[in-house]
Nanobody, 122 residues
Framework: QVQLVESGGGLVQAGGSLRLSCAAS????????MAWFRQASGKEREFVAA????????IYADSMKGRFTISRDSAKDTVYLQMNSLKPEDTAVYYC???????????????WGQGTQVTVSS
């Protein structure tokens, strides 16, 4: 089993920045890919970005390109999401996810964190 714990969320003004962290524990050696998703109130879950754990390949949702950056620190078993130029529409609960096998990069993840709230004021 893999446990994921997000941190770094909070309140920020429009145009500001936040860096989210996701610490993985347990059987982290089985992780193939990690990702960030978000879910705004009353809306469906939305893919944000993903990173292949060993190779470091990254994929972003089109709307996130140029503003968000996903990265990892293998020594710490931690993945990050640097968010810049934040907009009120970025307000959501952000979730970290891990996938054991290869496949779809934006869905079907095996493990999920509890989420961290990001609120962007206008």
């Amino acid at each position: 089993q893999v446990q994921l714990v997000e941190s770094g969320g909070g309140l920020v003004q429009a145009g500001g920045s936040l860096r989210l962290s996701c610490a993985a524990s347990g059987r982290t050696f089985i992780i193939y890919r990690m990702a960030w998703f978000r879910q705004a109130s009353g809306k469906e879950r939305e893919f944000v970005a993903a990173i292949r754990w060993r190779g470091g390949n990254t994929i972003y949702a089109d709307s996130m390109k140029g503003r968000f950056t996903i990265s990892r620190d293998s020594a710490k078993d931690t993945v990050y999401l640097q968010m810049n130029s934040l907009k009120p529409e970025d307000t959501a609960v952000y979730y970290c996810a891990a996938k054991v096998d290869g496949g779809s990069w934006d869905q079907y993840y095996d493990y999920w964190g509890q989420g961290t709230q990001v609120t962007v004021s206008s």
